[in-house]
């Protein structure tokens, strides 16, 4: 396989983990916030579970194929950490998930838990709206980062 052919199969690749990465934490967003909004305890529960769920597989799988990928299409490059738009994206990448690990995953956590006493006598208790409005401020920050990445990734200014 030529070297061309193998630097546009890693490219596929991380575009498809781009798109499963983006996708499901901008989507995530809108459906816990249209959820929370219901204040409906029942439809709070199922998709703070769900979100979970998600954040698990689509985020986890997402984020896993493009430091992969970048990380391999990165070696294309003479001394690539040097090149600012590899080195940008690669910066707003880490610092989104810095925010994830240190902040939204943990709070989500707890999210998880609380929802999980819910029943049919719950009212939904102060604290879980304290946590959710932190995991909402900063899973908007943890989201524009990586969107930041698109402008680096599109138009690879020099």
């Known amino acids: 396989m030529q070297?061309?052919?193998?630097?546009?199969?890693?490219?596929?690749?991380?575009?498809?983990?781009?798109?499963?990465?983006?996708?499901?934490?901008?989507?995530t967003g809108f459906w816990k916030?249209?959820?929370?909004f219901s204040k409906d305890w029942r439809i709070i529960a199922f998709s703070q579970r769900l979100v979970t769920y998600t954040d698990i597989f689509f985020t986890a799988l997402g984020v896993l194929i493009i430091a992969i990928t970048g990380m391999a299409m990165a070696h294309y490059y003479n001394n690539p950490f040097h090149i600012k738009w590899i080195a940008w994206g690669l910066?707003?990448?880490?610092?989104?998930?810095?925010?994830?690990l240190t902040i939204l995953i943990p709070i989500q956590l707890k999210l998880n838990n609380i929802v999980r006493q819910f029943n049919e006598n719950s009212t939904i208790p102060s604290h879980y709206w304290t946590y959710e409005k932190i995991w909402m401020?900063?899973?908007?920050?943890?989201?524009?980062?990586?969107?930041?990445?698109?402008?680096?990734?599109?138009?690879?200014?020099?």
């Open 3 to 27: 070297q061309m052919d193998h630097y546009l199969i890693l490219k596929s690749f991380h575009i498809f983990g781009v798109v499963i990465f983006l996708g499901n934490i901008i989507i």
């Open 33 to 36: 916030g249209f959820a929370d």
């Open 91 to 100: 910066g707003l990448f880490i610092a989104s998930g810095i925010i994830w």
């Open 137 to 158: 401020f900063f899973g908007i920050i943890a989201t524009l980062l990586p969107l930041g990445n698109l402008y680096w990734m599109v138009f690879k200014p020099m």
